[in-house]
């Protein structure tokens, strides 16, 4: 199949088609989200070295995955819009940026916050902090780019060549912790004890992944609204828009 004659890489079948599944994703996010954070706040039991102050864990992780996950794809969007000259990619790179911006973010903040009663300390120039503090930059420096230049053809290609050359943190990231001597902890989730079965208890699994699945839930849902918006400025003088938005 030709990527370039995809039905939905049209702008207008793409804006009808997130009309109908925005409802849909927004409410199975809330509802995974409200599932996942009373699993993980009131049923999970207290750690015995950290007690309580783990719980933020089902915030933190979720959060820096798609902080990594939502950069990957803004680089691969780029890349298709670069090589195949398609609106829609340019757009949802775009649009992707400021909100994996803000799992980025939420990622170092809650961590800052897991940090001081593990660390004593709010912030360290930890391998990984540090590389996801460099994804957060990566994040704004493709947003300033592409805000300094008026051309939204000519900025989609400069914030593409930004975030190729950036993806290059992706596995910095994710191996760090193997990588270098740190004070993060390593992969819990993807780690395997002697016995084959996964290192972090059931009970605070399951809650771990049900956010994961809402945080990706809640993105696309986002992501759906930022595009429907995007795709009407972007559109704004052509015929079928003017139709939509006759009174």
């Known amino acids: 199949m030709n990527i370039i004659n ?32 009373y699993f993980g706040l009131f049923v999970a039991p207290a750690d015995y070295q950290q007690g309580e102050s783990y719980r933020i864990m089902f915030i933190h992780v979720p959060a820096a995955w798609m902080s990594m996950f939502v950069y990957i794809m803004l680089a691969g969007s780029g890349a298709i819009g670069l090589i195949w000259n398609i609106k829609l990619a340019d757009m949802l790179a775009t649009v992707s940026a400021p909100i994996g911006a803000s799992f980025t973010f939420l ?18 120039w930890d391998a990984r902090l540090t590389s996801e503090l460099l994804l957060f930059f990566l994040y704004i420096g493709f ?9 939204p053809r000519r900025a989609a290609r400069a914030g593409a060549l930004l975030a190729l050359v950036g993806v290059v943190n992706i596995p910095v990231i994710h191996f760090s912790v193997q990588w ?5 902890q390593p992969a819990s989730v993807s780690a395997i004890n002697k016995i084959g079965t996964p290192a972090i208890h059931p009970s605070l699994l399951a ?11 809640f993105f696309a849902t986002v992501l759906l609204m930022r595009m ?11 015929g079928w828009v003017a139709e939509l938005v006759k009174p």
């Open 6 to 37: 995809y039905k939905y890489a049209a702008p207008r079948n793409f804006y009808r088609l997130s009309k109908t599944l925005t409802p849909w994703f927004g409410l199975v996010t809330a509802f995974l989200l409200g599932i996942g954070l």
């Open 107 to 124: 990622a170092l903040a809650t961590g800052s916050l897991w940090g001081k009663p593990m660390w004593g300390t709010w912030w360290a």
């Open 143 to 151: 947003m300033a780019l592409q805000a300094a230049i008026d051309d």
């Open 180 to 184: 270098w001597n740190t004070l993060h």
């Open 207 to 217: 809650p771990l992944l049900i956010m994961a699945v809402a945080f990706t839930l």
């Open 228 to 238: 429907r918006a995007e795709i009407l400025h972007r559109e704004r003088h052509t």
